[in-house]
């Protein structure tokens, strides 16, 4: 018995110098090596570190587009109001019928423009005062000349044939306006005794002369171009080409405004 107790406690003793010499994992180390409950708990994803790996409710307001973000990147209504024409802005950017108003010239507003419609001249024939304002709504023939100029008579006769082609046409007026410094009623009278024209004749005022001057180039006085406009119903003066017009080319220049408003 004592030998065999002998044996078993030489066994043990070899088995426990041998567990000391080799590697080989005790419960202990076991316990050490391996990852234990806490370990795992920081080696592994706790609920905690998950809720900072991974996208939180409120990282997620700030990763991904919260509403408020959304209603700055996408166009709010008030956004939208500010990108896109409102009635307001679109009013101003097209032409209303008021802006239209004061952009175009209305018929009113178009006779209003030259100042020297307005003038009061002096038939050198009746004496008899005036103005272009007279025959709103008519169309006017107003040539400038002066009584030396040989240019000018040329062209007074082709005026009298266009009056005898239009016949009697209480639309149409024409005036002659002598433009010459030099002359005046009592030269321009003598000047109607010795031909048959019968429409309205006037020595033109300096200020007339400067308007008329200004608005259709100083060439409307020099008239040995023989300078014609024609003023329309509206009031609008058409300058004609320099040099003289024959009856022909006063006719259509005339008939076309004519023709306007019947």
């Known amino acids: 018995m004592l030998k065999t107790q002998i044996r078993f406690a030489f ?7 041998s567990a000391c010499g080799n590697v080989t994992p005790t419960p202990k180390t076991m316990m050490e090596s391996t990852a234990t409950p806490d370990t795992m708990m920081h080696d592994t994803a706790t609920p905690d570190t998950m809720m900072q790996a991974t996208a939180t409710p409120d990282a997620m307001m700030h990763d991904t587009a ?41 018929p009113d507003a178009m006779m209003a423009l030259p100042g020297w419609f307005g003038a009061a001249l002096t038939d050198a024939r009746t004496g008899r005062s005036f ?23 040329a062209q007074q006769n082709e005026i009298k044939a266009l009056h005898d082609k239009l ?3 209480p639309d149409f007026v024409s005036i002659s306006l002598d433009i ?9 009278k003598a ?31 020099n008239p040995t171009s ?3 406009l024609i003023v329309d119903r509206h009031g609008v003066a058409h300058p004609l080409p320099f040099g003289i017009k024959n ?7 005339v008939d076309m405004y004519l023709r306007e408003g019947v």
């Not at 066994?11 to 110098?17: E, I, N």
């Not at 103005?131 to 240019?151: H, P, Q, R, Y």
């Not at 024209?197 to 020595?203: G, I, L, N, R």
């Open 226 to 228: 023989t300078p014609i």
């Open 131 to 153: 103005s272009i304002n007279d025959f709103k709504g008519k169309v006017v023939l107003v040539e400038t000349m002066a009584v030396w100029c040989t240019n000018c008579l």
């Open 66 to 106: 919260t509403p408020d973000a959304m209603m700055h990147d996408t166009a709010t209504p008030d956004a939208m109001m500010h990108d896109t024409a409102t009635p307001d802005a679109m009013m101003h950017d097209t032409a209303t019928p008021d802006a239209m108003m004061h952009d175009t010239a209305t």
């Open 191 to 221: 000047y109607l005794d010795k031909t048959s024209f019968d429409w309205a004749y006037a020595v033109a005022p300096v200020d007339v002369v400067r308007e008329i001057g200004s608005l259709y180039t100083a060439q409307f006085l």
């Open 180 to 188: 010459d410094p030099n002359e005046n009623r009592d030269t321009l």
């Open 11 to 17: 066994v043990s003793l070899a088995l426990l110098l």
């Open 167 to 169: 016949g009697m046409q």
């Open 247 to 253: 009856a022909a080319d006063l006719f259509k220049a």
